[in-house]
Nanobody
C-alpha cells in the first residue's frame, strides 16, 4: 500500500514537496510515478523515477519546475514542486510498478490515495 502526503493550499509561485511511502516495504526494483487529476479532467502523468538506475522523466508541463527523487533507502519517493501555478491544482497520487517507468497510468498496478494540491492565484 502506498501513502501520499504533503499536499496543501499555497499561492502561485510557492513550493510544496509531496512524499510517497510504501507501507512495510521499500521501492527497490519498482518504478514510481506521480499522476494528478484536476476536477473534470482526466488523470495525467506528472513524473516518474525508474527503479533501476533512478533515471527520471517528466511531463512537459512540469519540466524544469518539478523534481522527482527518492531517498537512498528507497523507502520514500518525493515530488518537489516549485514555481507552482494555479493550473497545477489537482489531486496528486503516487503509483508503483515493477520494472521500467511509464507515463501510462494503466501500467501501474499499485496506487496510493491522493493528496490535494491547491494553488491560488
Amino acid at each position: 500500500q502506498l501513502q501520499a502526503s504533503g499536499g496543501g493550499l499555497v499561492q502561485a509561485g510557492d513550493s510544496l514537496r509531496l512524499s510517497c511511502a510504501a507501507s512495510g516495504r521499500t521501492f527497490s526494483g519498482y518504478s514510481v510515478g506521480w499522476f494528478r487529476q484536476a476536477p473534470g479532467k482526466e488523470r495525467e502523468f506528472v513524473a516518474a523515477i525508474v527503479g533501476s538506475g533512478g533515471s527520471t522523466f517528466y511531463a512537459d508541463s512540469v519540466k524544469g519546475r518539478f523534481t522527482i527523487s527518492r531517498d537512498n533507502a528507497m523507502t520514500s519517493v518525493y515530488l518537489q514542486m516549485n514555481s507552482l501555478k494555479p493550473e497545477d491544482t489537482a489531486v496528486y497520487s503516487c503509483a508503483a510498478r515493477s520494472g521500467w517507468g511509464s507515463k501510462a497510468s494503466y501500467d501501474y498496478p499499485y496506487w496510493g490515495q491522493g493528496t490535494q494540491v491547491t494553488v491560488s492565484s
